[in-house]
């Protein structure tokens, strides 16, 4: 009876064995290594350089941000849901990376240039975090960074109180200037504070 | 009929074998190897479509299941970019994304001819059922 029963409990365990596999040691330490919350790019490129008017007054470039992550974003002050969400997730963000929020820059370029004047922009990225910084240019300037970038920005409705359909998705920059990721719109600040230790470490 | 008495403890053996696999099917999460689903665009794609031609590379619809398969992998074999939602794949580039969440999404995507991809996410297998149909699906399609 009792060789029966080690007999069945042997045949269960090479079951439960076979159909277990756990990944191979190499393979499991590949995965966590290029685990990102972020879609990535790979291999990576040098994100397009702009150069547009920022809210500090100054001109706004990429080059500027070496040796910090930039996450850039488009939108446009008025917008109702998308871009309130978008700058509050990233101001808890910075607020979580601690110490090292100063080697993170949000960039905030607008997607309305006939709304959302430097001094108007800053105003209301302050609201969100004082260190976010605005970018603004001439509409055919701001139409090319856009298409660098793959953003899209329609305009909907008529009167004074249009708004502007816009991606909505983050892209993040490595502090050797590669566009490296880029965060879809909705995730938590947790996720930016992962992947900003990430390519800051990396 | 009264099985004899070398039959009894053959059968509550088996008994163990089935009712222990069953719950481990049921119950045990599920691990695999790689999480990701990856497509490849071909070279030439963007030519063909300039010519008008049907392009049909990969599903208009990609089903991706949490905890199984819930990354996507699109690599650029072509030789122009190729947007993918707001993202532009660089040829010989590859773009890697994650899902987290079960839903719908729907991307821009220049590879396909109506330039648009949908990924629907399901949820992972839930103990119990869930998990003992993924596992029988997958013996049975194992053999």
């Given at each position: 009876m009792a060789a029966v029963l080690l007999l069945a409990l042997a045949c269960m365990a090479a079951t439960l064995v076979h159909f277990a596999p756990a990944p191979a040691p190499q393979q499991a330490a590949a995965m966590s290594a290029e685990v990102l919350k972020a879609g990535v790019f790979s291999p990576a490129y040098a994100a397009p350089e702009f150069s547009l008017r920022g809210t500090d007054g100054s001109d706004v470039n990429l080059a500027r941000y070496r040796g910090k992550v930039v996450l850039l974003t488009f939108g446009f002050t008025h917008c109702a849901a998308v871009c309130p969400t978008t700058l509050?997730?990233?101001?808890?963000?910075?607020?979580?990376?601690?110490?090292?929020?100063?080697?993170?820059?949000?960039?905030?370029?607008?997607?309305?240039?006939?709304?959302?004047?430097?001094?108007?922009?800053?105003?209301?990225?302050?609201?969100?975090?004082?260190?976010?910084?605005?970018?603004?240019?001439?509409?055919?300037?701001?139409?090319?960074?856009?298409?660098?970038?793959?953003?899209?920005?329609?305009?909907?409705?008529?009167?004074?109180?249009?708004a502007m359909a816009h991606t909505s998705s983050i892209f993040l920059i490595d502090p050797a200037g590669r566009l490296r990721a880029l965060m879809p719109f909705g995730h938590k600040p947790a996720d930016f504070v992962h992947d900003v230790r990430y390519l800051l470490n990396s | 009929m009264r099985p004899s008495s070398w039959k009894r403890p053959l059968l509550a053996a088996l008994s163990v074998v089935v009712l222990g696999t069953l719950g481990w099917a049921a119950l045990a999460p599920i691990r695999v190897a790689s999480h990701e689903a990856a497509f490849e665009i071909p070279r030439g794609t963007f030519a063909h479509r300039m010519h008008g031609e049907h392009v049909d590379i990969f599903p208009q619809t990609i089903r991706l299941t949490l905890g199984l398969n819930d990354v996507l992998v699109l690599r650029n074999g072509d030789s122009v970019?190729?947007?993918?939602?707001?993202?532009?794949?660089?040829?010989?580039?590859?773009?890697?994304?994650?899902?987290?969440?079960?839903?719908?999404?729907?991307?821009?995507?220049?590879?396909?001819?109506?330039?648009?991809?949908?990924?629907?996410?399901?949820?992972?297998?839930?103990?119990?059922?869930?998990?003992?149909?993924?596992?029988?699906?997958?013996?049975?399609?194992?053999?």
């Open positions: 509050a997730t990233l101001a808890q963000a910075r607020n979580g990376l601690g110490t090292t929020a100063d080697k993170v820059q949000v960039i905030y370029i607008t997607v309305d240039p006939d709304r959302d004047d430097a001094g108007h922009m800053k105003a209301y990225l302050a609201a969100f975090d004082p260190t976010f910084l605005g970018a603004t240019g001439s509409a055919n300037k701001l139409a090319a960074v856009r298409k660098d970038y793959g953003v899209t920005a329609v305009r909907e409705g008529a009167g004074p109180d249009y | 970019p190729h947007l993918f939602g707001p993202a532009i794949i660089m040829p010989g580039q590859s773009f890697r994304l994650p899902f987290e969440t079960a839903s719908t999404y729907s991307f821009q995507c220049t590879a396909h001819p109506n330039g648009g991809l949908s990924v629907i996410v399901d949820p992972a297998p839930a103990p119990g059922w869930g998990r003992l149909q993924w596992r029988w699906y997958e013996l049975t399609s194992a053999a």
